[in-house]
């Protein structure tokens, strides 16, 4: 298993920007399928956003516009910029990473979008 940190969240007002960062443990993290997922109280985990090897991104409509996933394969580390925030983004954001024979979560970490 992969182990993996997320950090960034905290408190925004509407409109505000937040990155938040995931860092990787393990030497094999080019190979990964990189995720963020968000969870509301009360509501299932949803997919966010994903980049997989060659690069290629893609995003629930929600975020789309607003969100830009990205990867450092060499710093073991995938990033989300959240752009234009909205109150309803307002949940604990969590870092995932797939690949046929593993899928890795972190612990999560909460963004609250409020004036």
């Known amino acids: 298993q992969v182990q993996l940190v997320e950090s960034g969240g905290g408190l925004v007002q509407p409109g505000g920007s937040l990155r938040l960062s995931c860092a990787a443990s393990g030497s094999r993290f080019s190979s990964y399928a990189m995720g963020w997922y968000r969870q509301c109280p009360g509501k299932q985990r949803e997919l966010v956003a994903v980049i997989i090897m060659s690069g290629r ?10 969100f830009t996933i990205s990867r450092d394969n060499a710093k073991n580390t995938v990033w989300l910029q959240m752009n234009s925030l909205k109150p309803e983004d307002t949940a604990v954001y969590y870092c ?20």
């Open 96 to 115: 995932n990473a797939n690949t046929i024979s593993m899928d890795s979560w972190g612990k999560g970490t909460l963004v609250t979008v409020s004036s």
């Open 57 to 66: 991104t893609n995003y629930a409509d929600s975020v789309k516009g607003r």
